[in-house]
DNA sequence: AATCTAGGTTGCAAATCAGTACTTAGATTA
DNA sequence: TAATCTAAGTACTGATTTGCAACCTAGATT
């Protein structure tokens, strides 16, 4: 497993986080119990129910996810047979990836979105696209994308003048959070 | 493994894209072979040596990409032994969800952006994070989603209302392509 | 004609998966 | 309080999948 990374960190240039994220949430199973996780189970007997998982399988994921840091382990206080499994905000940040891979499906797959639809809780209608976009919010397609090496990257690219741009673009959407 | 599937879109309230998606390039490698195809690479024994696969895998997870619609595979005009594997639309339309697991990665297993460094070529400057939002483009966070049933929805979600936000905020945001 | 190359296929051992039975600590019930 | 039940695992089994190396075949090169 671990051959992975060596392999791919080894190619000069070519330093990439992909294999190491495949490690943690590549195997089989986990980003279907992340998707039940999301969807508020936290037992384990209900992710077998829910996912139809082998129990051993389960119990493996689980423990690697929880020493991935993706998902804690917590007996529970008022029955102490049951743990509750929760996730981490490392583990809450792979939605927009579950997300994208779903929309993905939804779109070249079955054709239809998924029901129930995940909404913006604000205004409660559907939320959009997942899509790469520029530092200023531009939305980029495939051909709009260039390789650059760190130490030839535009100066405007760190320092004062992308902070500026950001800000502002800020400014034109009305966004308050950012990521 | 048809059987996710089944299980899945047998739970009542519960037609998720995601166990599809996953059924076809939720396979180990398959992230792997993609990135690669972005890259450039197009060739069997470039896949080869460039990720470290075993052949027989390798050929195994081509076919699969191959009639599952992500790649073409066309023996080259001028030496007929080769043959160019390249990446059809559907195959790219991938590249937001991979992109979004390198980032993770970068963010919580790696710590620094890979090199080379993704960008905009318009600009030259990095591409900005992947994440989610709602139909007028502000950002959304996990605690800030919702599940609708369809038949719920906000009668604004759909018919002249929503295009009518939907092109505003592209005004707003200068942006021409929709995804 | 002999050799080399690209892109596979085949066979085999090792690892992983899936299914089921068993275990153990703790709750519930009679 | 003993008998039962439940949640969360572990252990054992056979079936799949992987990784590795050897082999194969059509087409290019020498």
Redesign the interface.
Known sequence: MD??RE??SS?P?D????????E?I?E?WC??IL?AA??GVGHFEDFLS???IARNILANRLTRMVEA?IMTRRPCDHDKRKVEYRLTD?G???????????????????G???????????????????????????????E???????SE??P??DGAG?EDMVVR?LK????????
């Open positions: 051959k992975i392999n791919l190619l240039g330093e990439c986080s992909l294999p190491v994220s495949l943690v590549g089989r980003f279907m998707r999301l969807n829910e996912i139809g840091g490392k809450q940040d792979l939605l927009p990836t579950m997300i994208a891979l779903r929309q993905w499906g939804e779109k070249w797959e079955t239809v979105p998924s029901n129930p639809i995940l909404c913006d809780s604000r205004d409660r209608l559907p939320i959009g696209q997942i899509n790469m976009r520029a530092h200023d919010g531009r939305v980029l397609e495939m709009d994308l260039c390789w650059i090496d760190e990257l535009n405007k690219a992308r673009h034109e959407i009305g966004e308050s959070s950012v990521a």
